[in-house]
C-alpha cells in the first residue's frame, strides 16, 4: 500500500555480549545487538535489512539496502534504500543514503550526502580554462 515495499525477513542475529571480528555479509535481513570489528555488507542484488540496536556497536564499512541504526558505527555508512537513524545514533563517519530518516538525538560526525548527489554530478568544466 503507498508504494511501500515488504522488508525481507531478519535471518540473523548477532546477540549482544557477542563479539564478531573480520567482514560479516549477509543476505535478507540481519540484527546487531553485540560488537563487530569488521565491514557489514548485504550480498546480492535482492533487498536487505540491517539493524543495529541501541548497545550495538560496529568497526567499520556498514553497507546495505534499509539500515537502521539506534547503536554506534565507527566507519562509513552506505544505504541504497532507507537510511532510519533513531534518538540513540552515533555514527563516525561519512554516510551516504538515498532516503534519510532522523530523529532527534541521533549525531553524526561526517559528512552527510544523498546518493544522487554523489552518482549524478556532473563533470564541472569551467568557460575560462578554454584557451583561443
Known sequence: MFGKKKQPPIRSLIGEGNIVSGELRFKDGLRIDGEVHGDVVADGEGPSLLVISENARVMGKV?????????????????????????????V?????????????ATIDGELRPRSAVEDKPTLKLAASNEV
Not at 552506505?78 to 545514533?89: M, N, T, V
Not at 563517519?93 to 538525538?105: F, I, K, N, S, T
Request: hydrophobic fraction near 35%; avoid cysteine.
Open 93 to 105: 563517519g561519512d554516510v551516504r543514503y538515498e532516503a534519510l530518516e532522523m530523529h532527534q538525538g
Open 63 to 91: 553497507n546495505a539496502g534499509h539500515v537502521i541504526i539506534n547503536g554506534q558505527v565507527h566507519g562509513p555508512v552506505h544505504s541504497s534504500e532507507l537510511l532510519e537513524l533513531q534518538p540513540k545514533a552515533r555514527i
